[in-house]
């Protein structure tokens, strides 16, 4: 496990990139400074001179996330792309992101469930930007005018995309698939899209 980021010339960048891994690989519960160090490839005094504690280290690396996040929603405004095209391209890597970082995805949603006084960046962006980014796309692609309507359409594929990767291992239970495989996401994209095509 030591030493995964040793070509990454900036030590802050290496210890970014620790946390995140060790976040997607074992949750925020197994963060620990002395993990991010070994992992990183630096001395825990390097940690502490760049972010001064566990927690600035683990909210920096949030933001990393969370900027993944709201870049896959840029992938909406693709003038270039078919309208349904971009939506497929846009649930794919949702949908990769959401499955490489599951606790922190949770997170987001734990936050918009129960801390509703107190909205993430990444919530208020839905809110503010990324669910009319998904309204505007299905507008294009199916030609539905009513903006209820579409806000219907938006509200079911973001709980398409949560439900899976709230459920985790149950989900697989449940449905016999497993979510974490990449062909099995993307087939679950492909019916997704079937079913607004047939709209």
Same mark, same amino acid.
């Given at each position: 496990m030591k030493n995964n980021f040793k070509d990454v010339p900036s030590s802050k960048d290496r210890i970014l990139n620790a946390t995140l891994y060790i976040i997607g690989k074992d949750g925020f519960q197994n963060v620990t400074i002395r993990k991010i160090a070994d992992i990183a490839d630096v001395n825990v005094a390097s940690i502490n001179y760049h972010f001064g504690s566990k927690d600035n280290v683990i909210n920096e690396a949030l933001k990393c996330i969370t900027n993944k996040f709201m870049n896959s929603f840029q992938l909406l405004d693709d003038s270039q792309t078919a309208p349904i095209d971009k939506l497929r391209i846009f649930l794919r890597s949702y949908s990769d992101i959401s499955v490489e970082y599951p606790d922190v995805f949770k997170n987001f949603v734990n936050q918009l469930i129960y801390n509703g006084t107190h909205e993430s960046e990444y919530m208020m962006?839905?809110? =503010?930007?990324?669910?009319?980014?998904?309204?505007?796309?299905?507008?294009?692609?199916?030609?539905?005018?009513?903006?209820?309507?579409?806000?219907?359409?938006?509200? =079911?594929?973001?709980?398409?995309m949560i439900f899976p990767v709230l459920a985790n291992d149950h989900a697989k239970f449940i449905s016999e698939l497993n979510y974490k495989d990449k062909m099995t996401r993307y087939d679950y994209v492909e019916l997704l899209i079937r079913g607004i095509q047939h709209s």
């Open positions: 962006f839905i809110r =503010q930007k990324g669910s009319d980014s998904i309204k505007n796309v299905l507008k294009d692609a199916t030609g539905i005018e009513d903006n209820h309507t579409l806000s219907l359409m938006a509200l =079911q594929i973001i709980g398409s």
